[in-house]
């Protein structure tokens, strides 16, 4: 594809309700990053895959968050019992591999709990 | 622990001025510093990193491990150059693939 895709673009949701984001990578990619923005923030990491596996999680706020690749390819961070301080844009990046190569990042999901 | 320090919320200059946005970042091991643009309305992309010790779009910016500073720089602003600035650190050693970001600079070029 173009570049990375991210659905939706914004999510609207009530507190306590489950979401889930997607992430459609790189064709090729092997690598594959999930990050949260705050409002007034940079980045922040939540998790990476390598193939279909979560290499390093440690970025999950706690375990209402969740991730998963199955095929290697397309991702979805889910994130059950939403609350309000949920409420920020989800990045998606992806990367050919390991190491020095470029991260390529998708235009985000805007998520807000009301 | 992995950090980066960018101080500045908002920079402004005028067009045709020297332009440096401050970087500072601490990692214990040997780190990959990164700086990334966002266009308004756009998304995230990389501008420069370190390892290629290159100019892009006239930009440049030199790795100081001595003062574990990694500023941006360039001579002369221009109007397009109005973007939200983030450094952005890869720790090589310990730290994974992830990436750490600043804070972010909101750089506006005045005419």
């Known amino acids: 594809g173009a570049g990375v895709s991210q659905t939706p673009s914004n999510k609207v949701t009530e507190k306590g309700k489950y979401v889930e984001l997607r992430c459609d990578p790189i064709?090729?990619?092997?690598?594959l990053y999930w990050y949260r923005q705050s409002l007034g923030q940079g980045p922040e990491f939540l998790i990476y895959f390598q193939g279909t596996g979560a290499a390093d999680d440690s970025g999950l706020p706690n375990d209402r968050f969740f991730a998963v690749r199955p095929e290697g390819s397309v991702s979805t961070l889910k994130i059950q019992r939403t609350e309000r301080g949920d409420s920020a844009v989800y990045l998606c990046?992806?990367?050919?591999?390991?190491?020095?190569?470029?991260?390529?990042f998708g235009q985000g999901t805007r998520l807000t709990v009301v | 622990a992995q950090r980066v320090t960018q101080p500045e919320k908002l920079l402004s200059v005028f067009k045709g001025a020297p332009v440096e946005l401050k970087c500072n970042y601490s990692y214990s091991g040997s780190p990959e510093l990164f700086w990334y643009v966002q266009y308004s309305r756009q998304r995230l992309q990389l501008l420069l990193r370190h390892i290629s010790r290159e100019s892009i779009k006239g930009f440049t910016a030199d790795l100081n491990k001595g003062e574990t500073s990694f500023h941006l720089k360039k001579p002369f602003a221009q109007e397009e150059d109005s973007a939200m600035y983030y450094c952005a650190l890869r720790g090589v050693t310990g730290g994974g693939n992830k990436l750490t970001f600043g804070t972010g600079t909101q750089l506006k070029v005045e005419l």
């Open positions: 990046a992806s990367s050919l591999g390991t190491g020095s190569t470029e991260a390529f």
């Open positions: 064709s090729g990619h092997t690598a």
